[in-house]
């Protein structure tokens, strides 16, 4: 099993433009997140997604969307990128509530 | 909100020795549950204990314990016999039990292991 694959891993991006960091679990995981790391910040959570077709907003959502139309992908999408939005950013599915996430790699992500 | 503090941004060890990284929450519910997540330099997060709030005995995978107080808020790891491959930052994290599975982190700590 791959686990959870994340693409890029690193991406610099100029400020408005827009791009899709892409998510894929082949564990059949239900649950599913998106997270930002910033410098002494910890993780703070974008979107989440309790199962395919049902996604809501997290701690830090504006300027960020999400889709989740099958089990196994959840692409998070840059609207139009701002300096801000430059942070390390990680995906992560769960089996079920109360489970321990596993996460991706991550994608380092610089706007400039 | 519920929140989650890490107050030692750093801490160290000597090889062998035992460490001990703390952690409290803030919460006004009855049922969560607690984690440990460590992230070495790779940039990987991994898994390394997980509590049920509702379970009064403290979780333990192989050298690693924690402490559970669930009236005092507060959710201790300890490291024992330290190795060198334990160096990295270490987050606690809340989830409420019907939240989603949403996790709320602390900012970290960053352990050094020293030879």
């Known amino acids: 099993n791959a686990g959870v694959t994340q693409t890029p891993k690193f991406q610099v991006l100029k400020t408005g433009q827009s791009m899709t960091l892409q998510c894929a679990q082949d564990?059949?995981?239900?649950?599913m997140s998106w997270y930002r790391q910033d410098p002494g910040m910890g993780l703070r959570l974008i979107h989440y997604?309790?199962?395919?077709?049902?996604?809501d907003q997290g701690e830090v959502p504006n300027g960020y969307n999400v889709s989740r139309s099958t089990t196994e992908d959840f692409p998070l999408r840059l609207l139009s990128a701002a300096p801000s939005q430059t942070s390390v950013y990680f995906c992560?599915?769960?089996?079920?509530?109360?489970?321990?996430?596993?996460f991706g790699s991550g994608t380092r992500l610089t706007v400039v | 909100a519920q929140t989650v503090t890490q107050s030692q941004p750093e801490m160290s060890v000597q090889e062998a020795e035992t460490v001990t990284l703390s952690c409290t929450y803030d919460?006004?519910?009855?049922?969560?549950?607690l984690f440990w997540y460590k992230q070495p330099p790779s940039r990987q997060m991994i898994l390394v204990i997980r509590?049920?709030?509702?379970?009064?005995q403290n979780a333990t995978e192989n050298r690693f314990s924690v402490n559970f107080q669930k009236a005092a808020k507060s959710f201790s790891l300890k490291i024992s016999d330290s190795q060198l491959g334990d160096a990295a930052m270490y987050f606690c994290?809340?989830?409420?039990?019907?939240?989603?599975?949403?996790?709320?982190f602390g900012e970290g700590t960053q352990l050094t292991v020293n030879p």
């Open positions: 992560a599915s769960s089996p079920r509530q109360g489970s321990g996430y596993t």
């Open positions: 564990m059949n995981h239900e649950y």
């Open positions: 997604s309790v199962g395919a077709g049902i996604t």
């Open positions: 919460t006004s519910e009855s049922d969560y549950y």
């Open positions: 509590q049920e709030a509702y379970k009064q």
């Open positions: 994290a809340y989830m409420r039990e019907t939240s989603g599975s949403r996790l709320t």
